[in-house]
């Protein structure tokens, strides 16, 4: 019996405006987490962190990346989530994967070079100021430490969720080269892509990304070119999710 259920790949979260938000983050107050359980909304709440992810985007757009901010964040928090939860997890190691997932990238604003390592000790330092368990640090930095093709290991639940969540997150919205005449292959991979679902089949056990991609634009293989390594790597997340990993583009299974 199938029990497919689709997650949030496929819904664009918009950062909101920074107007309104200019006001001196280091005079925010960091709330603490009663009986050591943060949530993502309280993560989502702390200015500084947002700060930061906002930091990490322009370093990123400066040196020509793809999208790395609050909604690229909020998106990968959202359908971590959703895999744990669609496989039946609880609920508490789910939230792991969304607050692993809302702060993956957040040692961008360092340096693209270990950004999951450096991203992994700055959410230690924040998360620690949040008395969040011990324990539940362990699990959100070892998983935002593993985020990374090609040194990231799948080393439990928690990590395999974010890997794949973030590596499902190709769209056209994500380009930020204003210029497509300068176009490089990442971004006409990213422009390329029009649709991205994560589907989740709890019944068969089989985690898919399904993509519709413009061919016009990029083809299948330039497609492959860029994400083989990604691909592998969801494979290797799958398995430890006991799942089979399917990736299906304009409706061929590859
Ligand atoms: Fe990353
Ligand atoms: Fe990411």
Known sequence: MSNTTEVLASD???APSPKGRMKDVAATPVPEAPNG?????????ND????YLEAANRQMATIGYSEHGVRHAALVAAISRNILMGLGEDSHQAELAAIAGYL????????????PQIGASMAFYILEQMHMDANDVATVIGAIGNHEEPEGVPIN????AVIIADKSDVHFTRVQNPDPSTYDIHDRVNHAVQKSHILIDSAAMVITLDLVIDTGQASVM???EIFVERMIMCRKAAKVLKCNFRLIINGVEL
């Not at 500084?48 to 700060?51: L, P």
């Not at 639940?157 to 395999?160: G, L, Y």
């Open 222 to 224: 330039e497609y492959f």
């Open 37 to 45: 359980k943060v949530t993502l909304k309280e993560l989502r709440a």
């Open 157 to 160: 639940d928690v990590t395999a």
């Open 104 to 115: 993956h990238d957040i040692g961008n604003c360092v340096h693209r070079i270990y950004h």
């Open 12 to 14: 664009r979260v918009v």
């Open 48 to 51: 500084r962190v947002r700060t």
